[in-house]
């Protein structure tokens, strides 16, 4: 899934196409044992085979008749329609205390690198500073340091985020990550993690640079930006920390060509840009910047919210969101962005759960919308809303 000269400073996140659109009044939930969707889960459903149902959830706090009690794939599941099963862990059951819950979400205090521990290497990604998630195994290693699982494969350090509920009880796995260092954070190279010395992909430049006089004969270095950040902050390079950001059309349309390009390549028809899902898309961009979620308060899709609002005849084929600092960027181009984007997105598969890389190649999704944000902080980004 690499490209060359790739950043791993990267955020994000996907959300399902449509949510909650099962439907019961209180009378019929009241006469009949009731499920309860536990506070801050949006639980996902399940077909009787086991498959998950990539278009609907129930929002947290609802309430839904359950049918039967049955186990699938060894889970526990709450039928709540003919063939659309809730996790039983997602929910609590009339009379049953919310509490009961072992959900745990946890809030990333800095920008935090992640290891995998299907490869034993550093993840090509990051948590995004103030980004909340799910927290799965705790575990800690005979070195003392402490893991907490972030997605199936990826763990964060555990001392890095704040959580809504004491942490307890972690699982010993003496070699586990021994060979990682969370405190090292730089630009990763194809084939090489986080904090290595090899730093070949990033010297590569078009520029003519004397570093030790801060000079460069690239126009579009302008030592005026980011002017208090030192050369070798993180192993980035003078034109690294100095280099414009590109123009907003250029990210935009780069990130539509990507994903075009990917749907052709696996015969899927491309998707359109649409003028109104852009407008939506640019707002979402903007709010990512300062609240990285698709959910409003209620557990609700903002996209959603506003696609049924402002574009009633369209409906929604999900949403990805992603950030990059600009600085990290080894390839600083709009082309380059779009590429890290797909790239990150790529890698996560064809999977029977729905991911970024779902919605990329979804083929129901027939337009899309496309926001690129700059933050003041040297952030891009980008949130891509599919429909139809």
Do not use: C
Not at 120 to 134: D, Q, T
Not at 213 to 237: F, H, K, R
Not at 284 to 308: K, M, W
């Amino acid at each position: 899934m690499k490209i060359k000269s790739k950043s791993v400073s990267v955020l994000a996140a996907l959300a399902m196409a449509t949510t909650g659109v099962l439907a019961f009044n209180a009378n019929n939930a009241d006469a009949a044992t009731v499920a309860t969707v536990h506070s801050g889960v949006v639980a996902r459903l399940y077909a009787s085979n086991g498959n998950l149902i990539t278009n609907r959830a129930l929002s947290p706090n609802s309430a839904w008749a359950v049918g039967k009690t049955t186990t699938i794939n060894g889970e526990t599941m709450y039928q709540v329609a003919t063939n659309e099963y809730l996790r039983a862990q997602d929910s609590s059951l009339s009379g049953q205390a919310q509490q009961a819950s072992t959900h745990i979400a946890g809030k990333a205090l800095t920008l935090l690198p992640l290891y995998r521990d299907d490869t034993n290497k550093m993840a090509n990604r990051s948590l995004a500073p103030n980004s909340e998630w799910a927290i799965g195994k705790y575990i800690v290693n005979k070195n003392g340091q402490q893991f907490v699982q972030v997605s199936t494969h990826e763990y964060a350090d555990a001392s890095n985020l704040m959580y809504d509920h004491p942490m307890t009880n972690p699982t010993y796995i003496a070699d586990f990550g021994t060979n990682t260092s969370f405190s090292v954070v730089g630009s990763m190279n194809m084939g090489n993690g986080w904090g290595t010395d090899d730093t070949s992909s990033d010297t590569s430049t078009n520029t003519s640079t004397d570093i030790n006089n801060n000079v460069s004969n690239d126009p579009d270095i302008d030592p005026n930006l980011n002017a208090d950040v030192e050369v070798g902050t993180d192993g980035l390079t003078y034109e690294q920390i100095h280099k414009r950001y590109p123009k907003v059309d250029d990210v935009r349309e780069a990130v539509i060509e990507t994903i075009n390009e990917e749907r052709q390549s696996r015969g899927l028809a491309p998707v359109v840009e649409d003028s109104g899902l852009d407008s939506i898309a640019a707002r979402r961009a903007e709010e990512i910047s300062t609240n990285f979620t698709h959910y409003d308060a209620a557990g609700n899709s903002i996209f959603v919210n506003y696609l049924h609002k402002e574009i009633p005849n369209m409906y929604s084929q999900g949403e990805n969101i992603f950030g990059s600092p600009w600085m990290q960027l080894t390839d600083q181009s709009a082309r380059g962005y779009a590429d890290l984007v797909l790239d990150n997105y790529r890698g996560e598969g064809i999977s029977t759960t729905w991911n970024h890389y779902s919605a990329i190649i979804n083929p129901k999704a027939t337009k899309i919308g496309v926001g690129i944000y700059e933050s003041s902080n040297g952030n891009i980004y980008t949130a891509e809303d599919f429909a139809r």
